[in-house]
């Protein structure tokens, strides 16, 4: 079976817009699949319409998102699935990061205009066209005045981690992300960590501290991640009582990421994150 737990649409900083990331599940032959844009539940309620649009078909639909927190100073993303999008917890969550994220981007622009960029906040937020506001809004108005030449040199250069646009603070703390997406019903899933950059002792803790708040999952590494990457995962999940989550962390077609759908074959031994709802 193939599976897709972590996507990106044009909802927040995806390329591809909901119709378009369900056909291409579809094409992809993925059964389980869910839309996990960046503080939102907007690709949510859109994936359902265009789902009854598009005929019948063995994809399953499974609600997701990708809240933004913070754990000891890090920013750390937790992915909830098979929620229930209009809980009130989740919609205060939303609510509060939605101004968060507001207070981050004039923050961002502010530095980036010290460094001569003007205009910087306007523009990002016309790219972003509707879509929740980031990072990535910022890097692309920077290639299209001409400041960098690629997105990942605007990464490079202004907004990756330790730069002057890699705003943390803003962020709730991680126990409330997780305790907003259990209240909904959902299951919260640490995403990404071998993202984080942190020793396999802090990697640890900070798992241990996302299990003692309620999560249930955590996310598999897959593409360029390394095998030692992997390995340390499958012993967490092992340790902790974790189920094991697949997801591509799609934005958009490129020759680094991965495609749309994984196999549940990747999970092994372990205990595969749909078990928990099904």
């Keep these: 079976m193939r599976v897709d737990f972590h996507t990106h649409s044009d909802c927040s900083d995806g390329a591809l817009s909901v119709a378009e990331l369900l056909q291409r599940a579809r094409d992809n032959d993925v059964q389980m699949f869910a839309i996990t844009d960046h503080d939102t539940v907007k690709g949510v309620h859109?994936?359902?319409?265009?789902?009854?649009?598009?005929?019948?078909?063995?994809l399953r639909l499974v609600s997701g998102v990708e809240l933004s927190t913070c754990w000891q100073g890090?920013?750390?993303h937790v992915v909830g699935l098979n929620f229930d999008p209009?809980?009130?917890?989740l919609v205060a969550y939303l609510a509060q990061i939605d101004q968060a994220r507001s207070d981050r981007a004039e923050l961002i622009a502010n530095?980036?205009?010290?460094?001569?960029?003007?205009?910087?906040?306007?523009?990002?937020?016309?790219?972003?066209?509707?879509a929740v506001l980031g990072r990535p809004h910022f890097a692309r108005?920077?290639?299209?005045?001409?400041?960098?030449?690629?997105?990942?040199?605007?990464?490079?250069?202004?907004l990756g981690?330790?730069?002057?646009?890699?705003?943390?603070?803003?962020?709730?703390?991680?126990?409330?992300?997780?305790?907003?997406?259990?209240?909904a019903g959902g299951v919260a899933v640490l995403a990404h960590p071998h993202h984080y950059g942190m020793t396999r002792a802090k990697l640890k803790r900070l798992v241990?501290?996302?299990?003692?708040?309620?999560?249930?999952?955590?996310?598999?590494?897959l593409g360029t991640a390394d095998t030692d990457s992997r390995l340390t995962v499958r012993r967490f999940a092992n340790e902790l009582d974790l189920h094991l989550s697949l997801g591509s962390d799609y934005h958009a077609d490129s020759t680094w990421g991965s495609a749309i759908g994984v196999e549940t074959a990747l999970?092994?031994?372990?205990?595969?994150?749909?078990?928990?709802?099904?």
């Design 46 to 58: 859109l994936a359902a319409q265009v789902q009854a649009s598009l005929g019948e078909s063995l």
């Design 74 to 76: 890090v920013s750390i």
């Design 86 to 89: 209009n809980s009130p917890s």
């Design 111 to 130: 530095r980036l205009v010290k460094q001569g960029f003007h205009g910087a906040l306007e523009g990002a937020v016309q790219i972003a066209d509707g």
């Design 141 to 158: 108005w920077l290639v299209q005045e001409g400041h960098c030449e690629t997105l990942d040199k605007a990464f490079k250069r202004w």
């Design 161 to 183: 981690r330790g730069r002057i646009g890699d705003v943390k603070s803003f962020w709730p703390d991680l126990e409330l992300a997780v305790q907003a997406i259990t209240k």
């Design 208 to 221: 241990l501290a996302f299990r003692q708040a309620g999560g249930q999952s955590i996310e598999l590494p």
């Design 267 to 278: 999970v092994g031994d372990n205990k595969g994150v749909w078990e928990l709802w099904q």
